[in-house]
Structure formats: C-alpha cells, structure tokens
C-alpha cells in the first residue's frame, strides 16, 4: 500500500524528537558541535544515548543520511544495554528520528513503521496519548539538546528541564541540567543584559543530588566566584581537581576559575592538559586566546616591558582566537577578541579587517551586533583616534533597542565624547544635535528638546534638527 506523504508527514510533527525541537542550525557550527558530541561521548559514556541521538540530528543537519542511521544504531544499543526492561520507553527519540531521517530519504514505508512504532508505545504507556507523551526524560533530553545550540535557546533549557523536575523533583540529572542552564541564562545576562534569575540554589541543590558530576560543582564555584565569594569557591575546584584530574569538561572549568582570579599560568597550564585530551575543542582554543590577552596586558603595565615575551603572547593569542573563528564562525565574540589583540600590537589594518569580517554578517543576533558596534566604536575612538567614527557606530549601538550592557556602555562613552567637545568650546551645532539625538534614543525627551533648540539657533535652518524638534514636541 502507498503511504500518503502527507499523513505521514502530520504523524511526523507530532512526535517528540530533535526534528520537532526547532533546533535550527544557523545558530552552530556543525563541525564544532560535533566534537563536542564526539569529546562528550568519550569522557561521558553515560549519556550515551541522547548523544547519539542529538549526533544523528547533526549528521541530517550535514546531509549524512547513512550516518545520521549509524547514530541511531548507536543510540539502540545503547539503549539495550542500559535499559533492557524499558526499551519501548526509553526508544521514543530514537525512533522519532528514525521516521524523521527516512523521511528525508523518501523511504516512506520505513518512515511510518517507526511512527508506528512510537504510536504503540505511547498508547501502551498512556491511555490517553497519540503519539505524543509528556515523559519527563524526553523534556531532560530536549533541554540538553537545546544547551548545546547556544544561548539563543537557554531559556527553553530552563522551562524544559522545570517541566522534568516536576515529575521528579529529585532527579540529578533533572537538576544538573537545570542549574547548568540557569547558569548559561545568567552569564548572557551579564553580558548582554536582560533579566536575572539567580542560580546558585539550584546548582547548590544539584551538587547535593549529585557530587560525584564535578562539571556542576565547577559552575558552583564559577557562581560562588561570581558573587564575589571565591574563597569558597576554590575548595570545590580544588575537590574537583582530586575527583576528576583527566577530565576536559571540568578541567576547562577550573581553567576559567582561575583565569578570573588572576592566576593565568595556573589556567595556563590546566588549558593545555584539557587541549591535549580534547584537541579540537573550541571552547578550550577561546579560552587560551584570553589567557594569553591577559598576559600581554599584565607585561604591558610594567615599567621595562619584555619584547619578545609579548610578541611571542600576542601570537599565541591571535593563533588560538583565529582557530575560533575558523573552527566556529557563528562564535561571534572571538572576533572583538581577535581584533583587540590585534589593536594591542598596533596592527590597526588587520583589526578593521576583522571587525569589518564581522560588521558584515547577516546572522548577528540584536544583541550581539550591540557588543560589536560598542567594541568597534571603541576601536576607533582609542586606537585609531577617530572621534567621529566612534560617535557613528556608538548610535548605531543605541538605534538598536535592547537595553543590554553594551548599549549602556555605548550611551556612556559617545555623552563623554560629544559634552567634552561641546564644554571645551569645540562643539558645534552638529555636536549639539548629536547629543540631542542620543538623548532622544535613551527616551530622554526633555534633554532632546533643549539640545535640538541649542542646535538650530547656531543653525537655523538645519531641517532635520526641525523635524526632529517637532517630533518630540508633538509626542509629550
């Protein structure tokens, strides 16, 4: 009998799997994520099964098809070695992406059995379900794979693996997930603005539930750090350093710690071992490009600073950051950090030349090209002392609404620049203008007012000042 593509493909959307999941890819790099995946499953072979299973979406994603099916063959076995006396239970990603990658291959006969055999599950499981099952380890497992696509999804990660500890309030692997993308959620927060939700009782509770995962105990203590209580903080990474001394994912953590204490060789070192275990981590390549910056600064304060001991770090910085960029091109604050190491050694073309690079991608998300136009904005005002083009590009910051750090950072600097000119009796109309026109993007309409009347009586006719003054006038 024929199957009806389109029935299928209304079975199809109702399963729960990484095809139903809008995981879109525009957000990673598909080679990176897959180390990842490939390191994840080497150090941690007890997640196996939702690797695998998240492996097989990423090969789809690279149009391996046959090796999407190698994944999922992975991803049973595993299931029938762990959880013999649940396989129907335990199956219903995989097979969701089973009927989902034989779709896509246009088997359609093979497509439905696996949606069949995900229907029968359900209803065995619940009387009520179709094909589609609220069952706490597939939330788990959808937050997982949401963390692993970065920061556009952190907040899903956090409503998924709440949904799972509703079931299971005791669940470690629940609770880890949760605490660790309440912790991803406030770093973005800190760094781009938003709203915060403090973490540390949930990583407090997840430690609890389970202190053999030292990669949870390391975000406690990146936590406890973070608020300013790193003494407590170090005796766990000190624990974990016992506990788990070969593994990549905590050893970067430690790396991390230490590196925001001031102790960079210290990181230094902890880096290169992680690297050696895991050499085509990306995160591990970002991480050492900051240490190396870091040093560069350090020696830059001395009275007598070592030449070749610097030049020898800005290489080491650019090298790793460049890897970055090449190994992920969607890690979009590696290339201020590129661009900045460049401008520390004064090789001003190759930094336009990279935050051009990045000036000119069409994936940034709102926030992101704010971060940038801020850096850039800075770039021209310190180092290629041009105080115009700073000005330009800190509006452009402020044109986008987002009221995140680097906007308020941009808001700060282009005040200074354009009140300094106007006090020291430099300032012209246009300075006056300009002001009025930040002010206007901040919502301060009064200040607008005034700085817009300043600005056409030193240049009456100027239409947009007009225009502009009319506009706030009329919406107060």
């Not at 979406?57 to 046959?66: A, D, G, M, T």
Request: proline share 3%; hydrophobic share 35%.
């Amino acid at each position: 009998s024929t199957i009806s593509k389109d029935s299928l493909k209304t079975s199809l959307l109702q399963l729960e799997c990484h095809f139903t999941w809008t995981l879109l890819k525009e957000h990673v790099s598909l080679e990176a994520l897959e180390e990842t995946i490939l390191d994840h499953i080497k150090f941690l072979a007890e997640y196996e099964i939702r690797d695998y299973n998240l492996l097989s979406y990423v090969n789809y994603l690279k149009n391996s098809y046959e090796e999407a099916l190698r994944s999922l063959k992975k991803a049973e076995e595993a299931i029938q070695k762990r959880h013999p006396d649940e396989i129907d239970r335990r199956s219903l990603v995989t097979w969701g992406n089973y009927a989902w990658i034989y779709y896509h291959m246009q088997r359609y006969e093979e497509a439905q059995t696996y949606v069949s055999k995900v229907e029968n599950s359900c209803k065995k499981l619940s009387s009520t379900a179709h094909g589609k099952i609220q069952l706490p380890e597939i939330y788990a497992e959808q937050g997982w794979a949401l963390l692993r696509f970065g920061r556009t999804y952190f907040e899903r990660a956090m409503n998924c693996f709440e949904n799972a500890l509703r079931s299971e309030p005791n669940n470690s692997d629940f609770s880890a997930g949760y605490a660790t993308a309440m912790y991803r959620w406030e770093g973005n927060v800190k760094r781009y603005g938003g709203e915060m939700r403090p973490c540390l009782e949930a990583l407090k509770r997840a430690v609890e539930l389970n202190p053999t995962d030292t990669t949870v105990v390391a975000l406690l203590a990146l936590e406890l750090q973070r608020l300013h209580r790193a003494n407590e903080g170090e005796r766990y990474i000190e624990e974990g350093l016992q506990k788990t001394p070969d593994f990549p994912i905590f050893l970067r953590h430690a790396a991390n710690f230490y590196r925001k204490k001031g102790e960079v060789n210290k990181a230094v070192e902890i880096l290169k071992k992680a690297l050696a275990l895991t050499p085509k981590s990306v995160v591990l390549h970002h991480q050492l490009g900051l240490c190396y910056r870091f040093k560069v600064l350090q020696l830059k304060k001395t009275r007598y600073p070592p030449r070749e001991e610097m030049k020898n770090f800005i290489e080491l910085a650019i090298f790793h950051f460049k890897t970055v960029i090449d190994k992920k091109p969607v890690f979009f604050s590696a290339y201020s950090d590129l661009a900045k190491t460049y401008a520390i050694d004064k090789r001003y073309e190759e930094a336009e030349e990279i935050y051009q690079k990045v000036l000119q991608r069409n994936d940034l998300a709102c926030d992101e090209k704010q971060d940038i136009y801020f850096n850039y904005g800075s770039f021209q005002q310190c180092d290629m002392k041009s105080e115009s083009k700073a000005i330009k590009y800190y509006i452009e910051c402020l044109k986008l609404e987002i009221d995140s750090y680097p906007r308020k950072r941009s808001s700060e600097a282009v005040k200074a620049l354009l009140k300094q000119k106007i006090e020291s009796g430099l300032g012209d109309a246009t300075d006056i203008g300009t002001l009025g026109l930040v002010h206007k993007l901040n919502g301060k309409k009064q200040e607008a007012i005034e700085c817009y009347e300043e600005a056409i009586a030193l240049d009456p006719n100027n239409e947009e000042y007009l225009n502009a003054l009319t506009e706030l006038r009329l919406s107060i």
